[in-house]
Nanobody, 126 residues
Framework: QVQLVESGGGLVQPGGSLRLSCKPS????????IAWFRQAPGKEREAVSC????????PYSEAVKGRFAIIRDGANKTVDLQMDNVVPGDTAVYFC???????????????????WGQGTQVTVAS
């Protein structure tokens, strides 16, 4: 049974850092794309980044480029999202998802991802 479990969310001050983890199980996650999405209250779910061994480099949304990094942690078998220099606009529930083999050109389309975690809340506030 495919499962994704997110962890690491919490309250962080603007300018601070946070690292989220996505722990996949029930399938060989190494061969599949793992993406991070987020959803703020009253807004649509938006893609943040995606990781796949079949893609040259991970894509990032314009909103987080240069501040966030997606990391495949081989030791812990997780796909992490390192969030640096966070801003209040980063406040959202963060989800990891899997489904396709590659991130590819349409990595930001949620409909391509068939399996989702339950999400972890990130709140950026002073």
């Amino acid at each position: 049974q495919v499962q994704l479990v997110e962890s690491g969310g919490g309250l962080v001050q603007p300018g601070g850092s946070l690292r989220l983890s996505c722990k996949p199980s029930g399938f060989d996650a190494g061969g599949y794309a793992i993406a991070w999405f987020r959803q703020a209250p009253g807004k649509e779910r938006e893609a943040v980044s995606c990781s796949s061994i079949w893609d040259e480099s991970p894509p990032y949304s314009e909103a987080v480029k240069g501040r966030f990094a997606i990391i495949r942690d081989g030791a812990n078998k997780t796909v992490d999202l390192q969030m640096d220099n966070v801003v209040p606009g980063d406040t959202a529930v963060y989800f990891c998802a899997t489904g396709p083999l590659r991130c590819g050109q349409f990595w930001d389309k949620a409909a391509r991802f068939s399996n989702w975690g339950q999400g972890t809340q990130v709140t950026v506030a002073s």
